[in-house]
């Protein structure tokens, strides 16, 4: 009996870490994933704001 609580507690524990584990890898990809998307929205204000004046310079050539 004593040797199948063990081997229970030895299970358990086994558990608990990797359940710890998924939890920081959880945290960390969710730290990527803000960041990444942030980085997403700067270069989108960037994409409109290069559009913006590329239109402008096109609405500025001779002949327009």
Do not use: W
Not at 10 to 34: M, P, S, T, V
Not at 42 to 63: D, F, S, Y
């Amino acid at each position: 009996m004593d040797k199948e609580f063990k081997s229970l507690e030895n299970k358990i524990d086994q558990l608990i870490g990797l359940y710890q584990q998924a939890r920081e890898e959880n945290i960390r990809l969710h730290c990527l994933l803000e960041n990444a998307q942030e980085k997403n929205r700067q270069l989108a204000e960037r994409m409109q704001t290069v559009a913006e004046r590329l239109k402008i310079l096109l609405n500025n050539l001779p002949g327009n």
